[in-house]
């Protein structure tokens, strides 16, 4: 069965400094990964996704993901906070024969000014 | 492009109560989702259409029922609503096939008094 574990239910950081989200996941089939974005009262929004095609994926905003399938994760990086990356992020991963996606609970991330 | 739209955005009910929550997508995607957010909780699949006449139950079905009235539409119905299911409840859609990411409505935010 597909789950996903986001590490870290909330990070802070201070405007400027590196941004690390932290995803694991587990999968009976190469999975299909994807991080969202959601802004206070907002839908969700894709950032990135891996598709199998390389595995450093770039995204929206400065937003990358690196795929490494021994540790089973797909961490968010940013090099440089900026305040209005203040939001929470999810990680996904793609159910397989379900046809659905699974997401993690959610890390909500706060930039310091 | 509208892309995925939920009606109504705001609701507020009373126990007991029934309400059906609205959802069309105008991408001529496959799949539609219903998931339910809570804090804490991320994304909970309450049910999903994998493809036109097609409903299967996701994670937290009960006191739910959908309808996938047609491609575009898929309808979330509380029968008679309860204190426990006060959330924001957002509908998505995709093509249906892994690699695809899913996109998401604005979100309903119901209050069950």
């Known amino acids: 069965a597909q789950s996903v574990t986001q590490l870290d239910s909330h990070v802070s950081v201070s405007e400027g400094t590196p941004v690390l989200l932290r995803c694991n996941y587990s999968?009976?089939?190469?999975?299909?990964l994807f991080w969202y974005v959601q802004h206070p009262n907002k839908g969700l929004q894709l950032l990135l996704k891996?598709?199998?095609?390389?595995?450093l994926v770039k995204g929206i905003n400065g937003f990358e993901a690196e795929f490494k399938k021994s540790e089973t994760s797909f961490h968010l990086t940013k090099p440089s906070a900026h305040m209005s990356d203040a939001a929470e992020y999810f990680c996904?991963?793609?159910?397989?024969?379900?046809?659905?996606?699974?997401f993690g609970k959610g890390t909500k991330l706060s930039v310091k000014p | 492009n509208a892309g995925v739209t939920q009606t109504p955005k705001f609701q507020v009910l009373k126990t007991g109560q029934s309400m059906t929550l609205q959802c069309a997508q105008d991408?001529?995607?496959?799949?539609m989702y219903w998931y339910r957010q809570d804090p804490g909780m991320g994304l909970r699949l309450i049910y999903y259409?994998?493809?036109?006449?097609?409903?299967d139950k996701g994670e937290v079905p009960n006191g739910y029922n959908v309808s996938r009235l047609n491609k575009r539409e898929f309808s979330l119905r509380l029968e008679s609503a309860a204190p426990s299911q006060t959330s924001v409840y957002f509908c998505?859609?995709?093509?249906?096939?892994?690699?695809?990411?899913?996109?998401f409505g604005q979100g309903t935010r119901l209050t069950v008094v």
């Open positions: 998505a859609s995709t093509w249906g096939r892994q690699n695809t990411e899913a996109f």
């Open positions: 999968s009976s089939y190469s999975p299909s």
């Open positions: 891996y598709t199998s095609a390389a595995t």
């Open positions: 996904a991963n793609y159910g397989g024969s379900q046809g659905n996606l699974i």
């Open positions: 991408m001529n995607h496959n799949s």
């Open positions: 259409s994998a493809s036109e006449g097609t409903t």
